[in-house]
């Protein structure tokens, strides 16, 4: 949200009903202006999305309606939305001063051996991160992922407590009535940041926003991120295959347990990485990070299946699907005992599909 605009965008003189004064970043999910609105005054972040066809239009809104929906001191506000010139935007409260960003490069930047720990400020560090978790555990159990976590995107209060902003689009974790946006490059994100199924372009999960907070952990404390490379798609393949570097190998001062845990939240696997935002939370706290005072509660939540024994009937599903091209439709039943994937499988299917067909996702809702 804070990122400089890596090219020369065209900036429009409006957006819906806000006026346009700037670019305050840009990334492969789209832009954010700085804007006032015409009517009452008020500044606001206006982030568009890019779209490659018109057929998730729907889709996007629909996520970001349910991010409009959220209520919590630490997830930024989401004002107002709309499409203008077949891509939709949404309207964000603006928020200036300090991120994690900025306080790595401060905090790093008077260190220049880089020898210690966070350099010297470990604990600090440390509640940082701890502090993340609420607001993580909250959107999670709301079935929202964030999906660009990274250190631009969490501002800090003058109290240190943080705001998450600019989601990249968020993708619904929850398995009753969760939706994938397929139009979405596969590589939406930042590569320092992302988890492996980012990479890959696979559906997300609660998990994934874990191992990016792992990454931002990781720079905190050795002042890098756990991978760097000569190029986005140099970084993206040691996400994939590479074992990060035990942060104690890099500077002093780091106890065993915080490189366990760094690790393990760095899994590849989802399933190997710590299981909610609250147990990394509770972790820290162990290591030294100031404890929460006040927790509000949230939600739980499971995680979605993944495609195990799955293979024969997702083979089949893409066979209709490589029939459409030749003109013969089908209808396919997916049925099952609850918890066994359907919904997962599904939308496998629909990303696959999304390649050589257009794709409509739907949604049966109870009355009432």
């Known amino acids: 949200m804070v990122a400089k605009a890596r090219r020369q965008t065209k900036v429009p003189p409006r957006i819906g009903p806000f006026l346009i004064e700037g670019v305050i970043g840009e990334g492969g999910m789209g832009v954010v202006y700085r804007a006032q609105h015409e009517q009452t005054r008020a500044l606001a972040a206006v ?142 994100g930042t590569p320092a940041y992302m988890a492996p199924h980012q990479v890959t372009g696979d559906l997300l999960e609660a998990r994934d926003d874990l191992y990016a907070l792992g990454c931002i952990l990781y720079e905190l404390v050795t002042g890098r991120p756990p991978f760097v490379g000569t190029s986005a798609a140099d970084v993206a393949w040691q996400h994939l295959r590479a074992p990060a570097p035990r942060p104690s190998s890099l500077v002093e001062g780091v106890p065993p347990e915080l490189d366990r845990l760094l690790l393990s939240m760095l899994e590849k696997q989802p399933r190997d990485r710590p299981g909610h935002a609250d147990d990394v939370g509770e972790a820290l706290e162990e290591l030294g990070a100031v404890r929460e005072k006040e927790r509000r509660s949230r939600r739980s939540y499971v995680y979605r299946p993944r495609l195990v024994g799955r293979d024969v009937p997702l083979g089949q599903l893409m066979d209709y699907v490589q029939a459409l091209q030749k003109g013969q439709g089908a209808v396919a039943l997916i049925a099952g005992e609850s918890g066994i994937g359907k919904t997962y499988l599904a939308l496998e299917v629909s990303r696959r599909a999304a390649g050589v067909a257009q794709v409509l996702n739907g949604s049966c809702l109870p009355p009432g």
């Open 47 to 188: 982030k568009t999305v890019r779209v490659r066809s018109e057929s998730c239009l729907t889709s996007i809104r629909r996520e970001v309606h349910a991010l409009a929906e959220l209520r919590h001191p630490g997830v930024v506000r989401i004002l107002s939305q709309g499409v203008d010139r077949n891509r939709p935007w949404y309207a964000m409260e603006l928020l200036e001063g300090e991120t994690l960003a900025s306080y790595h490069g401060r905090v790093w930047g008077a260190d220049p051996q880089r020898r210690q720990a966070a350099a010297g400020r470990l604990a600090e560090a440390l509640t940082h991160v701890r502090r993340v978790c609420d607001p993580l555990a909250f959107l999670h159990g709301e079935g929202v992922i964030h999906a660009d976590l990274k250190p631009q995107n969490v501002f800090l209060r003058t109290d240190g407590r943080p705001i998450l902003v600019d989601f990249g689009i968020s993708r619904r974790a929850s398995s009753s009535g969760g939706h994938e946006v397929p139009d979405l490059p596969a590589l939406g």
